[in-house]
């Protein structure tokens, strides 16, 4: 930690929070679609199928796209390393280039949807549930081309060191998914009653119209004039593709193991029925978003670390990680008050069922316990993603989410007969591995770069 004494503090953490709060703010307007769906469905005539549907075919949707989110965002560091080095040119082409991988992952992700019935009859989730969640996922798919090439002008952006379109795209997608949420969900304006299918429809609408913001955005302002990105057209070359999926990949796969910890604990808490699917959806759903703040700050971390290393500087970017650390240790005793004090206030949110409330208030108990883990490991990563370490993460948590965490849980919830209480358990074992190791991992690679560049600043 010597890095932290010869440092302006104030300096590092205001620049990181420039970049982090308009991330923070698109990123909580984005996942307010969630929270928005999640209060809507709360309120249909038949709630505990139609929160229990949303769960579980978002479940799906989630996995596929925390893949593909993980895939595009090595875009990211890539543009912030050759930012930091001056060569916006390049970083323009590389963005192009990832274009061609934004269009090729849509294609599965879309083949994945259509067998979405299929995937839930085998993880064995109440029949119940599955046409309703059906439908849910048969909307979503229209939205699925939109979300990929939007991710891959906001991680552009992002590397670049404007954050603020991801705020604008976020808060005015919400701002529409209201409305559309209404007239669908619920019938009006002439319109079929379509519930849980309406409510997927109308976030696949908000898709197209952040694509459209983002591009448009990006198209005409005068921050990325520099780097050319709509000036040319850049046919596939294989040589930088695959040089972007190298990073890019690891990460897929680090975010996708990880987010199967949670997909992984909601189709298993499924298996119990529709009431405790429904009050896990509601502690999840609070859960992820507050964790919509560590993420956000990830990102600006990952752009510090990035620019850092392009301008030739490991120990700025060994600097910029640790501040990343002391910030998200503040950002996470916020949010663990918040569920261990007013738990009841945060479920009469979303629904008036004693029974479902009941669950879920204790389950958020469990919640505040990792809060602390979640945000280490996801800044631990956000830092290894600016130094384009992606493989080693990706094992890590391989090893913490899937080995450890979800068999914990799996055992604690069937073996045990704890309930959805024991799957809450092992995500907390599970995060709280990943968050030694990664940290671990950054603290080690970022201080054999100092020593490798002989810089001490």
Known sequence: MSSLNKKNHPAE???????????????????????????????????????????????????????????LMGL????????????????????????WIALGVSVPFVLVLLSGAELLQWMAVDAAIIPTATQYMSALIWGAPAIC?????????????????????????????VPLNYILMFGKLGMPELGAQGCGYATAIVMWLQFGLMFFYIRGHGHYTAYELFKHWSWPDWLKISKLLRIG???????????SLFVGAALLIARLGALPASAHLIAINFSALLFMVPLGLASAVTTRVGNALGRGEPDAARYAGLIGFLIVIVTQTIGASLMLFVPEF????????????????????????????????????????????????????????????LTVGYYLTFNQSMGPAGMWIGMIVGLSF?????????????????????VDQ
């Open 149 to 177: 090439l939007m991710l891959l002008l906001r991680f552009f952006s992002e590397g670049s060191g404007n954050t603020r379109p991801t705020m604008y795209v976020g808060l005015i997608g919400v701002m529409f998914n």
């Open 249 to 259: 990949l690891p990460i897929g796969g680090a975010i996708f193991v990880e987010g």
């Open 13 to 71: 953490v205001l620049r990181t929070l420039q970049l982090a709060i308009p991330v923070i703010i698109g990123m909580v307007a984005s996942f307010s679609m969630n929270f928005v769906d999640t209060l809507m469905a709360g309120r249909l005539p038949d709630k505990e199928i139609a929160l229990a549907a949303i769960a579980t075919g978002g479940a799906i949707w989630s996995a596929v796209l925390m893949f593909i989110l993980g895939v």
């Open 76 to 99: 990211q560091p890539v543009v912030a390393q050759l930012d930091g080095a001056g060569e916006q040119l390049e970083a323009g082409e590389a963005a192009r280039q990832a274009g």
């Open 434 to 454: 990943g968050a030694v190791f990664l940290l671990l991992r950054f603290l080690f690679k970022s201080a054999a770069l100092v020593r490798l560049g002989e």
């Open 346 to 405: 945060i479920v009469r949110i979303y629904t008036d069922d004693a029974a479902i409330a009941a669950i879920a208030v204790s389950l958020l108990f469990y919640s505040a316990i990792f809060q602390y883990s979640d945000g280490i490991q996801i800044c631990a990563a956000g830092a290894l993603r600016g130094l384009k370490d992606t493989m080693i993460p990706m094992f890590i948590n391989i090893l913490s989410y899937l080995v450890i965490g």
